[in-house]
């Protein structure tokens, strides 16, 4: 059964960039599913910030789209997410889930636990 | 974008009733509908997909049912277990811009 585990600081200043990282791991393959980032802001809903396919493509949320970048490694079994130029309303627990390739198949699952990831001076 | 209202905010039911959840979508995405339960401190965990297929392990009390616009999540006989916040999803928008549902917090009367 596939795990994702999200890693990376818990605290980034204002104007600096977010980097965290997925491991897919437990008998998953980065292979042949695309992958996304989610976050979620305490006590808030759920908000789509992008995602990327096995074959190297991406599509980002098109209000982060300027400040998103993801990448894949495959040799690792990772996926990666920046952002740039954060601010505190970046402030928000991160989740990536796997999605499958075909786009009448993009539901989430399964999710990483999330981590959270505060911006702050 | 598709933005996805879910209605009641709140709901307040007692074990073993019956929970009527719904979703309604700013324009069509045909059957492409997820729904999720979160559990506080947790990430969401995939309940229906295709609207109203249950995803693995997914007890039969849940069932989605809707189409295009109108989507409603049912769990018939409420256990403990199920108080959590619920969120639907829609997967249809081209290009892809997946959207949530603001939540329904289904909670012990």
């Known amino acids: 059964q596939v795990q994702l585990q999200e890693s990376g600081p818990g605290l980034v200043k204002p104007s600096e960039t977010l980097s965290l990282t997925c491991t897919v791991s437990v008998g998953g393959t980065i292979s042949s599913y695309c992958w996304s980032w989610i976050r979620q802001p305490a006590g808030q809903g759920l908000e789509w910030i992008g995602l990327?396919?096995?074959?190297?493509?991406?599509i980002y949320n098109p209000s982060l789209e300027s400040r998103v970048g993801m990448s894949v490694d495959r040799s690792k079994n990772q996926f990666s997410l920046k952002l740039s130029s954060v601010t505190a309303a970046d402030t928000a627990v991160y989740f990536c889930?796997?999605?499958?390739?075909?786009?009448?198949?993009?539901?989430?699952?399964?999710w990483g636990p999330g981590t959270p990831v505060y911006v702050s001076s | 974008e598709i933005v996805m209202t879910q209605s009641p905010g709140t709901l307040s039911v007692s074990p073993g009733e019956r929970a009527t959840l719904s979703c309604r979508a700013s324009q069509s995405v045909s059957r492409n509908l997820a729904w999720y339960q979160q559990k506080p401190g947790q990430a969401p965990r995939l309940l229906i997909y295709?609207?109203?297929t249950r995803a693995t392990g997914i007890p039969a009390r849940f069932s989605g049912s809707g189409s295009g616009t109108e989507f409603t999540l049912t769990i018939s006989s409420l256990q403990s277990e199920d108080f959590a916040v619920y969120y639907c999803?829609?997967?249809?928008?081209?290009?892809?811009?997946?959207?949530f549902g603001q939540g329904t917090k289904l909670e012990i009367k």
């Open positions: 999803q829609q997967y249809n928008d081209w290009p892809p811009l997946y959207t």
């Open positions: 889930a796997r999605q499958y390739s075909h786009r009448s198949e993009r539901w989430f699952d399964p």
């Open positions: 295709g609207a109203s």
């Open positions: 990327i396919c096995s074959s190297g493509n991406t």
